[in-house]
Every structure is written in C-alpha cells, then in structure tokens.
C-alpha cells in the first residue's frame, strides 16, 4: 500500500557533527522545498541528482541554516519517489528547526524504515535486500559487512526466486497435466517431478548449510566465560579485549552482574560475557549474580570454563569441569596445574597465564577455528537471517513430503509446490503478510 503522504526525517544520528542530512520523500516533496529552500536558479529547473548551495528560510524569511540540497526526480531515487536531500549544519537545534518547516509545509515525520519500505513496496528492492539494508547499518566486522552487502545487491533474492520459478514451472506442468491428461502419463511425469524436486531440495539445503556460521555474522558469537570466583574470568575478558572492562580484584565475588564486550575476532563479532563466579553463597546480590550466569551459560553458543590451577579441587568444581567442554587452565605460573589433568582428559584445553598475557593468542585462534569450523566462504550466499532460514525449512519439508508421497495422480503433489513456493515468496516479500513486513521495518532506524 503507497499512501500519498510525504515524509521526512533527519537520517543521520542525533548530536553534534560537521554535518546532518535530513531526507524527504514523496508527492510534495519539490513543493515543499521550494518554500523553503531559497538559491540562485529556480528550483524547477535544478537538474536531478545534482547538488546545489542556498538557504533554508522559514514562513517570515529569517534565514535558518546555509545548506546544500540534493534534488532526486523519481523514479530513480531510492524510494522510487521524488525526493530531496538537505545537507545542514549537524547540530541538534538546526536540523530539528528544518525538519519542523518541512513538517509546517505538508511532511509527516517517516516512521522508522519507511524509506525503505517504500522502496520495496514500490519493487525497487526486494524484502530480503530491505532487510540487508538494516543488517550493513549493524554490521560491527568486515565479514558481517560482505555479508549483508551481498544481500543487499540481491544475491540471496535472486536464488530464491530462481528456486521459486523452478517450482513454478513444476506447477504449471502440473496444470497441463490436468487441463490435457490425453497427452500426459502420469507415471513418467511423477518420477520426473520427483527427479526436479530433488534437485531443488539440494540447491535449498545448500543455501541453509552454513547458517550457524551466517548467525554468527549478522549477530555475533556469544560466548559466556564462567567458573569459580577469583579464577581470572574478568582477566580473560580484558585481556581479550584489551581494554579495562571488568574490575579485578584479589577478593573472591568481585564481578557481581553481567559485563558484554563486543570484539571483532578476524572479521568476526564476538560477544564475549563476564560472569559471577559460581560458589554457594548467603550473600542476596551474588546469588542473583549466579543465578543469571546460569542462564547465560544456557543462551550462549559457546561457553569457556575457567580454572585456578593453584587452587584445591573440591567437588563442586570437578562438577563444573565434567559439563564443560572448554577449559581454560589459568595461573600456570603458580602451578603446573598437574592434579587436573585427569578431570580434563577429552577437553578443549588452553593453558593460560592471562596476568601475564600468555596464552591470549591461542584463545583468540580458538574461538577463530570455533567459527569457521563451517569453512565458510563470504563470497557464497549466506543466510543469516532466521526468518529465512525458517521458510527454507517449511519449503524443504514440503518437499520431502513430495519425494515421500506415493499418490498415482500428479495433481495431487501440487498442494506441496504450492506450500513450498508460498514460503519462498515470502523471503523475497512477493507474498509476505502486512504483519511480517511491519515487523521487519518496526526495527528499523527513522531515516533509512
Ligand atoms: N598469578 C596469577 N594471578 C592471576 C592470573 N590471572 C588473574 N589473576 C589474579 O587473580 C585475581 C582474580 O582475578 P579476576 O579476573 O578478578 O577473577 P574472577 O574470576 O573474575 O573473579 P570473580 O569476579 O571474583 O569471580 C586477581 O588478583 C588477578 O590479578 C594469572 O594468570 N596468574
Ligand atoms: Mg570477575
């Protein structure tokens, strides 16, 4: 649905800065910039996609800001629509004072995304590449970065739907089947329909392989780091970090809450979480404490126990070791660590001495091999994005029921194309319900 609003937003962050663009889109778009923008040609007869210097002037010609415009002639604008770029001094006062004019003349303030709703509504972009869109804005690391560049350019959308036409042709063979069966046996077109769906389960199955390491990309690696008190968990995470992030102390219980640090390990994001040593304790505020490292052990990818190789083994702590898969031996330079190893046999071990920086290096090339265990190429297609993921699993099961099915009649395979091809339309957005594409723009930036 395209409303005949025009809308207009500052796109780019708020505070202060060399300078602020404020974007509008819409019908009245070169209306409204004409009262307001005041230079030396008319501005009907500004060329497209060129940028000119003037003034913005409000209702009593008081002079706003000097600013540089960009006029955009649909249809070759990002939304499809007129539209109009004002480059303004960055300050919050001025770029608010523009918008208001705007807002005085006819614009709507542009709910977040609506840009780029716009321009998929209007079959500029697909949904997939709105979503992209969103993905490059958060993107943190250069691999998370290509990766959404390449779902902006359209490559995921441009699989799918020459996934989607090869079912499409299924289908329409199917109806020929039905229309004229005089010059179809069934039979021969069922193995064959089958030999075709085989195929394209393959091609699905392909795109999805790779999506725990397509996660990983777009949201980042979660990784709780866990143990005893005093073991040297908030060393590990400013020593990884390299910044002071956690407070360190000798006192056993000095880290209380949650500390996130974002890292970016060759490329990748990384959420690294300090936690609350685990221990029995009557203090209220620790036991919350461990109560949440708990559950961050539970909603992490990747959880790395770590140890005092000086300190006694007691039984809660060879418990603590049993679950883990990832050990972290610290304070080799107190102790060889020797009365371990028996617990730790089968275990990811790195034996680190992280007050004195060693053993960083082989954490940081561990957690590096963790993730590309999936010997994943950027270049290829990921999916890193549930919601994809989850409609190429609906499609990839009405598939199999096909490849299961042993009905004789070939038009009653279709219901499963069919279901198939509804959940591929709905990545590219050729048949997404008005609920899913609110929910995807609603988390967008006003602006973009
Ligand atoms: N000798 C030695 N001391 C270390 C090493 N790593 C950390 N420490 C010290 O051990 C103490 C505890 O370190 P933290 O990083 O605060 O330990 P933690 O596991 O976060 O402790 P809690 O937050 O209390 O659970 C500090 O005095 C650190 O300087 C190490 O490799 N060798
Ligand atoms: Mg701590």
Redesign the pocket.
């Known amino acids: 649905m395209i409303t005949d609003t025009t809308i207009a937003a500052i796109s780019t962050p708020p505070g202060r800065g060399g300078i602020a663009i404020i974007r509008m889109s819409g019908k009245k778009a070169f209306s409204i910039a004409k009262k307001v923008f005041l230079c030396k040609t008319s501005f009907d007869n500004l060329s497209s996609h060129s940028i000119t210097y003037g003034k913005i002037i409000d209702k009593n010609k008081n002079i706003i800001d000097q600013v540089m415009l960009v006029k955009l002639v649909a249809p070759k604008t990002y939304t499809k629509e007129d539209m109009v770029e004002i480059q303004c001094h960055g300050g919050n006062e001025v770029t608010k004072k523009i918008l208001m004019l705007l807002f005085l003349h006819g614009a709507v303030l542009a709910q977040p995304g609506q840009f780029t709703k716009r321009a998929f509504l209007q079959g500029r972009i697909d949904l997939s590449q709105a979503e992209a869109v969103m993905d490059l804005i958060n993107a943190e690391t250069s691999k998370s970065e290509k990766a959404a560049i390449l779902q902006l350019e359209g490559r995921t959308g441009k699989r799918i739907k020459e996934i989607r036409q090869e079912i499409l042709d299924i289908l329409s063979h199917i109806s020929v089947s039905i229309d004229y069966p005089e010059y179809e046996d069934d039979a021969i077109s069922i193995e064959k329909t089958k030999e075709t769906t085989t195929k394209i389960i393959k091609k699905l199955k392909k795109l999805i392989e790779n999506y725990e390491t397509g996660i990983i990309i777009r949201e980042g690696l979660t990784v709780v780091i866990y143990?005893?008190?005093?073991?040297?968990?908030?060393?590990?995470v400013?020593k990884v970090a390299g910044q002071e992030k956690?407070?360190?102390?000798?006192?056993?219980?000095?880290?209380r809450d949650i500390i996130e640090v974002h890292l970016n390990i060759g490329g990748y994001p990384v959420n690294l979480y300090?936690?609350?040593?685990i221990r029995k304790t009557d203090d209220l505020i620790e036991k919350i404490g461990i109560e949440k490292t708990i559950s961050a052990i539970k909603n992490s990818s990747l959880s790395i126990l770590?140890i005092?190789s000086?300190e006694v083994i007691t039984p809660e702590l060879i418990k603590l070791i049993k679950k883990a898969e990832v050990v972290v031996l610290?304070?080799?330079?107190?102790s060889n660590g020797e009365k371990y190893h028996k617990y730790l046999k089968g275990k990811k071990v790195i034996r680190?001495?992280?007050?004195?920086n060693?053993g960083i290096e082989e954490i940081e090339q561990f957690l590096l091999s963790y993730i590309e265990t999936g010997g994943i190429e950027i270049d290829d297609i990921v999916i890193t994005n549930q919601r994809h993921k989850q409609l190429i699993d609906y499609a990839l099961a009405s598939l199999i029921k096909i490849i299961k099915n042993k009905e004789q009649f070939l038009d009653l395979y279709a219901i499963d194309f069919n279901e198939a091809l509804e959940a591929l339309s709905q990545i590219t957005g050729e048949s997404a319900s008005e609920d899913v594409i609110a929910n995807i723009f609603k988390n967008f930036c006003v602006g973009k």
Do not use: E, Y
């Open positions: 143990g005893p008190p005093n073991a040297g968990k908030s060393t590990f400013n956690a407070i360190v102390t000798h006192i056993p219980g000095t880290t300090d936690t609350a040593g770590v005092d000086s610290n304070k080799i330079d107190l680190t001495s992280l007050l004195n060693k």
